[in-house]
T-cell receptor
Framework: NAGVTQTPKFQVLKTGQSMTLQCAQDMNHEYMSWYRQDPGMGLRLIHYSVGAGITDQGEVPNGYNVSRSTTEDFPLRLLSAAPSQTSVYFC??????????????FGSGTQLSVL | GQQVMQIPQYQHVQEGEDFTTYCNSSTTLSNIQWYKQRPGGHPVFLIQLVKSGEVKKQKRLTFQFGEAKKNSSLHITATQTTDVGTYFCAGGTSGTYKYIFGTGTRLKVLA
């Protein structure tokens, strides 16, 4: 049971390049989400999904796309990277969406630099 | 949109001193969660509070949820060097699946 797995751990991009951050969980969680973490700003929600085929925007969705074709995977796509997207990205999942037990399990993060 | 603020942003304490961080939401919450992130690590779930006025304890940690369900606090008694890290609150709102995180409080414990 690996939990939430993110790849890659580190990535350097040039402005305008595209890439996909991978996130996979093996806990059969319905809820998955992406956050970015910047100094002094905490964790900000980018996109989230409540099940396969269902995605929605978070606080800061511009510049990012997501899809959820399977329960296990929730990739985050940067179509044209910008320096403002330099950040640490965390994927998180949760089993229950109701019932008072919606704790989030986080991956180890991807540190992205856009030059 | 919903905003969650935490104070203080930073706190340095001597080992053995107490520590408190406060979390305030601009909207009424259905529940609040607390997470701890060690330096270089990822956030790890500590606890979830659901009821108005709820108080929960985990060893030296005491968590409170305000009566109006718009604020919360985390109090650590007699801090230890293992308490070092950033503490985040995250608010959930009824009818949505968004967990909005606070700005975090970075705790440094001096031995």
């Amino acid at each position: 049971n690996a939990g939430v797995t993110q790849t890659p751990k580190f990535q350097v991009l040039k402005t305008g390049q595209s890439m996909t951050l991978q996130c996979a969980q093996d806990m059969n969680h319905e809820y998955m989400s992406w956050y970015r973490q910047d100094p002094g700003m905490g964790l900000r929600l980018i996109h989230y999904s409540v099940g396969a085929g269902i995605t929605d925007q978070g606080e800061v969705p511009n510049g990012y796309n997501v899809s959820r074709s399977t329960t296990e995977d929730f990739p985050l796509r940067l179509l044209s990277a910008a320096p403002s997207q330099t950040s640490v990205y965390f994927c998180a999942s949760s089993y229950e969406l109701r019932g008072g037990n919606e704790k989030l399990f986080f991956g180890s993060g991807t540190q992205l630099s856009v030059l | 949109g919903q905003q969650v603020m935490q104070i203080p942003q930073y706190q340095h304490v001597q080992e053995g001193e107490d520590f408190t961080t406060y979390c305030n939401s601009s909207t009424t919450l259905s529940n609040i969660q607390w997470y701890k992130q060690r330096p270089g690590g990822h956030p790890v779930f500590l606890i979830q509070l659901v009821k108005s006025g709820e108080v929960k304890k985990q060893k030296r940690l005491t968590f409170q949820f305000g009566e109006a369900k718009k604020n919360s606090s985390l109090h650590i008694t007699a801090t230890q060097t293992t308490d070092v890290g950033t503490y985040f609150c995250a608010g959930g709102t009824s009818g949505t699946y968004k967990y909005i995180f606070g700005t975090g409080t970075r705790l440094k414990v001096l031995a």
